[in-house]
């Protein structure tokens, strides 16, 4: 896969484990696996580990939709948690459904194989 020019992983998806799968303009695919500090007290992938690989791959489908020299900020967030994630890895699609001049609407699925783990749609900020 060619990284487009700017690209550049934040301190925060290394830090989570993130891994960088595709990205095309206005599309970002980003996978995670499972590792023992992102599960929850039931041992389950942690639903805010899981927010957060979403918010990284619409960020991502963001910047590639308006340039990597342009930032972009969330500004509204909603997910709906599907099944819950014992081990494994999941990955997420985000996808921008709509690239205004302010503003830009994401939509994300996150899937382990076949399975829907969780969907999401958000609305980020042109800074």
């Known amino acids: 896969m060619e990284v487009p020019a700017g690209y550049t992983e934040s301190a925060f998806f290394k830090l989570l484990g993130c891994r960088l799968h595709s990205l095309e303009t206005g599309v970002a695919q980003v996978a995670l696996v499972l590792e023992p500090a992102l599960r929850n007290r039931a041992g389950k992938l942690h639903g805010g580990a899981l927010f957060s ?3 990284i ?19 509204e967030c909603k997910i709906n948690y599907i ?4 081990d494994g890895e999941v990955m ?18 996150v899937v382990q194989g076949d399975k829907l783990v969780a969907k999401a749609q958000g609305t980020f900020a042109v800074l």
């Open 83 to 86: 099944r819950a994630v014992a």
């Open 92 to 109: 997420c699609t985000a996808r921008v459904i709509h690239p205004g001049r302010r503003t830009l609407v994401v939509e994300a699925d």
């Open 57 to 75: 791959a619409m960020g991502l489908a963001c910047s590639s939709t308006h340039g990597f020299d342009q930032q972009s900020a969330t500004i």
């Open 53 to 55: 690989l979403v918010d």
